[in-house]
C-alpha cells in the first residue's frame, strides 16, 4: 500500500512558475513509476509527465520544455516544475504510483493560472 500527498498547489499569474510534490508512505517506493496526470473541469483526467524508477522520463507534448518532473527516492518524493504557466494548464494535478499489480493516486492539487 502507498499513501500519496501532493502539496504545492496554488493561484499564479501566467507565465509564472509553481513546483508540486507529492509525498509516498508505505511500500517502496523506488520499485514504482510515478506519474502526475491532471484533470480540467468537465475533462478527462490525463497524462502529464512519467517518471521511471531509474529516472527516465516522459511528458504530453504540450508541456514538454515547460515542466519538469523529477524524483528522490531517498524522500520518497515526487516533484514537477512547472514554468511558463497558461491558463489552459489550470486543473486538479493528481499524483499517480504505478507497479504491474497496483495503482495509487493522491487526492489532488489545484493549479490555477490566471491574471
Known amino acids: 500500500q502507498v499513501q500519496l500527498v501532493e502539496s504545492g498547489g496554488g493561484l499564479v499569474q501566467p507565465g509564472g512558475s509553481l513546483k508540486l510534490s507529492c509525498a509516498a508512505s508505505g511500500s517502496t517506493f523506488s520499485d514504482y513509476v510515478m506519474g502526475w496526470y491532471r484533470q480540467a473541469p468537465g475533462k478527462q483526467r490525463d497524462l502529464v509527465a512519467i517518471?521511471?524508477?531509474?529516472?527516465?522520463?516522459n511528458y504530453v507534448e504540450s508541456v514538454k520544455g515547460r515542466f519538469t518532473i523529477s524524483r528522490d527516492n531517498a524522500k520518497k518524493t515526487v516533484y514537477l516544475q512547472m514554468n511558463s504557466l497558461k491558463p489552459e494548464d489550470t486543473a486538479v494535478y493528481y499524483c499517480n504510483a504505478a507497479s504491474p499489480r497496483y495503482v495509487f493516486w493522491g487526492q489532488g492539487t489545484q493549479v490555477t493560472v490566471s491574471s
Open positions: 517518471i521511471s524508477s531509474s529516472g527516465t522520463t
